[in-house]
C-alpha cells in the first residue's frame, strides 16, 4: 500500500524576507540586552526585545518614532545605493536598482505602514525624476495612499498609518513656512545654523502634524522633543551606518568585534542621554483624555491657523516674491 509523502508548504515571499531578517538579526551576537533590543527594533523592525523601561523612555522623550522604521531608512538606503550605481550610460537601469533595493527592505521589514508608504513615494518620485517629470509632493502623498487602501484597506485603522501620513502632511504644510523665519541667504552662510534650523522646523512641523493623534491614542505629550530630535537623530544615522558596516563587512571576524562594541557604545549613549531628558521635571504631560470631536476640532484649528498665515504672509507680500508652499 503506498504512503502518499507529505508535501513540505513553500515559504512565501514575505515568508523568505522574514527568514532572512532572522539571519541578519544573528549580526548582533555581542551586544548587549538592551542595546540589541532597540538596533534591532531600529534597523529591522523586530521589537520583540525590547524591554519595557526603554520603552517608556523613548515615550516620555517623543523619541519613539525612531524605534519605529521610517522615511529615514529608506532615505539612507536610497543615498547609499544611488551613490555606488551612479551609472550615467545605464541610469534607467541604475534607478530601477534603487527601487529594487528599497523594496526588499520593505519586505525585510515585515511592511509596516510608515515603509510602505516611504517605499510607494521614493518610487513614484524616481519615475518621475526618470520620466523627467515635475514632482508634486501632495500628489503623490495622496495616490500613495490611495494605493494602500486599495490594496490594503484595513491599514486606515492603523496608528502607524495615521501617524506617518500625518507627519509627511504637516511636513509639506508648515516645514516651509517655518524655514523662512530664518533668511535664506543667512542660512546659507552658516551650514550648522542651516543643519540645526532645518532639523528644528521639521521635528516642529512633525510634532504638530502628530501630536494631538499620540494625545488622543496614548493619553500623553512629550515636553522636550526638540531636545531629544537634537540628540536622537546625529546618533540613530550613525547607528544605522554603523548597523549597515556590520552586515557588509561583519563577516569578516577580526572587524565584527570592534563593529558590535561600536555599535553597543552609540546605543548606549543614546539611551543614557534620553534616559537623563526623561528625569527632568515635567518631562512630558500624561493622562490626556481627548475624544473623537476634540481630535477633530484640535486639527481643524490647526488647518485654520495654517490658511490664516498663508493667507496674511500672501496678502502683505511677505519678503518680496514669497508664495505659499505648492505641493502641487
Known amino acids: 500500500m503506498d504512503m502518499e509523502q507529505e508535501e513540505t508548504p513553500v515559504p512565501t515571499i514575505q515568508q523568505k524576507f522574514l527568514m532572512m531578517r532572522h539571519e541578519l538579526l544573528k549580526r548582533y551576537e555581542g551586544i548587549d540586552e538592551e542595546a540589541y533590543g532597540v538596533v534591532a527594533a531600529m534597523t529591522l523592525g523586530d ?86 517629470r515635475t514632482r508634486k509632493p501632495f500628489r503623490t502623498l495622496i495616490f500613495t495612499a ?29 516645514h516651509p513656512l517655518l524655514q523662512q523665519m530664518i533668511p535664506s541667504a543667512v542660512l546659507w552662510r552658516h551650514r550648522w545654523l542651516r543643519y540645526l534650523w532645518g532639523l528644528t522646523t521639521i521635528s516642529v512641523s512633525a510634532q504638530l502634524g502628530t501630536a494631538p493623534l499620540v494625545a488622543y491614542y496614548f493619553g500623553r505629550l512629550p515636553v522636550y522633543f526638540l531636545l531629544s530630535n537634537y540628540v536622537v537623530i546625529p546618533l540613530v544615522t550613525l547607528i544605522l551606518y554603523e548597523a549597515l558596516l556590520l552586515f557588509t563587512l561583519g563577516w569578516i571576524n577580526i572587524l565584527h568585534p570592534y563593529i558590535v562594541d561600536g555599535i553597543s ?42 490658511v490664516l498665515i498663508t493667507y496674511s504672509l500672501t496678502s502683505v507680500g511677505y519678503r518680496s516674491g514669497w508664495r505659499p508652499p505648492s505641493g502641487g
Open 146 to 174: 490611495v494605493v494602500m487602501l486599495l490594496l490594503r484597506p484595513e491599514s486606515i485603522r492603523d496608528i502607524g498609518f495615521q501617524l506617518s501620513f500625518l507627519a509627511v502632511t504637516a511636513i509639506l504644510l508648515f
Open 265 to 306: 557604545a552609540t546605543v548606549g549613549l543614546l539611551n543614557r542621554l534620553l534616559s537623563a531628558i526623561a528625569q527632568w521635571p515635567g518631562s512630558s504631560i500624561d493622562h490626556i483624555h481627548l475624544g473623537v470631536a476634540q481630535l477633530l476640532l484640535v486639527y481643524l484649528i490647526i488647518g485654520c491657523t495654517y
Open 47 to 132: 521589537k520583540s526585545a525590547l524591554d519595557k523601561e526603554v520603552r517608556e523612555v523613548y515615550s516620555k522623550t517623543g523619541a519613539s518614532h525612531v524605534l519605529a522604521l521610517s522615511g529615514l531608512h529608506l532615505m539612507m538606503i536610497y543615498g547609499v545605493v544611488s551613490f555606488l550605481v551612479t551609472w550615467r550610460r545605464w541610469r534607467l537601469f541604475a534607478q530601477a536598482l534603487v527601487v529594487v533595493c528599497i523594496w526588499m527592505f520593505a519586505f525585510l521589514v515585515g511592511l509596516p505602514s510608515s515603509v510602505v508608504r516611504s517605499a510607494t513615494m521614493i518610487t513614484i518620485y524616481t519615475v518621475f525624476a526618470t520620466a523627467h
